[in-house]
């Protein structure tokens, strides 16, 4: 069974920091592209980060530039997702996605073409 699993997600102040995991069974995190997504209430789902399959390109939406990092360990079949210098509006659900598709910086943020989705792990950042 293909399965996506998020985790760290938390209550965390403002300034603070949280890694997020993204761990995967049934298939190698390698041959896809990982997205992570983020949807607040009453908002859209927006892309928030992601690292292609090929050549490790990683993607920030201009939101998280500079504050988040997203990389991979594929010895441990998980990709992470470093959150530095939290905001309150970066509360959210959080989800990671994978694509068997080469993504870019101009769609990597299209939900569609992730084939695969975790359950999702709540970020809180709030004093």
């Known amino acids: 069974q293909l399965q996506l699993v998020e985790s760290g997600g938390g209550l965390v102040q403002p300034g603070g920091s949280l890694r997020l995991s993204c761990a995967a069974s049934?298939?190698?995190?390698?041959?896809?592209?990982i997205g992570w997504f983020r949807q607040a209430p009453g908002k859209e789902r927006e892309g928030v980060s992601s690292?292609?399959?090929?050549?490790?390109?990683?993607y920030y939406a201009d939101s998280v530039k500079g504050r988040f990092t997203i990389s991979r360990d594929n010895a441990k079949n998980t990709v992470y997702l470093q959150m530095n210098s939290l905001k309150p509006e970066d509360t959210a659900v959080y989800y990671c996605?994978?694509?068997?598709?080469?993504?870019?910086?101009?769609?990597?943020?299209?939900?569609?073409?992730?084939?695969?989705w975790g359950q999702g792990t709540q970020v809180t950042v709030s004093s």
């Open positions: 996605a994978a694509s068997p598709r080469v993504l870019r910086e101009l769609n990597y943020g299209l939900g569609s073409l992730y084939d695969y």
């Open positions: 690292i292609s399959r090929s050549d490790g390109s990683t």
């Open positions: 049934g298939f190698t995190l390698d041959y896809y592209h």
